[in-house]
Nanobody, 117 residues
């Protein structure tokens, strides 16, 4: 299983970015997909989750600004981010967690998002 995250970069406060995560060698529809982030000196935290049935959940800090979506035919998950602020600066990771059966979890390599003030 491989998860390849992309789309990070440097953006000014108030700007937008869209992160993408491509899955390979994975039965994508059997997994809940999530984005996490880890800022320097902080623990990794969940940002957004989309279930195998496309139910979504967001961290309070990103509600109304971020949107997670998935395309099962392409084995892709996206994170659309708007109204970015410096507190959103972090390495963003995608995660696949099997929704039923044997608990399996996979991580992508991370993509850096830097928001300048």
């Amino acid at each position: 299983v491989q998860l390849q995250a992309s789309g990070g970069g440097l953006v000014q406060a108030g700007g937008s970015l869209r992160l993408s995560c491509a899955g390979s060698d994975i039965t994508f529809v059997a997994y809940d997909m999530a984005w996490y982030r880890q800022a320097p000196g902080k623990q990794r935290e969940s940002v957004a989750v989309i279930s195998d049935g496309s139910s979504t959940h967001y961290a309070d800090s990103v509600k109304g600004r971020f949107s997670i979506s998935r395309d099962n035919t392409k084995k892709m998950v996206y994170l659309q981010m708007h109204s970015l602020n410096p507190d959103d600066t972090a390495v963003y990771f995608c995660n696949a967690r099997r929704s039923r059966g044997t608990p399996l979890s996979y991580w992508g390599q991370g993509t850096q998002v830097t928001v300048s003030s």
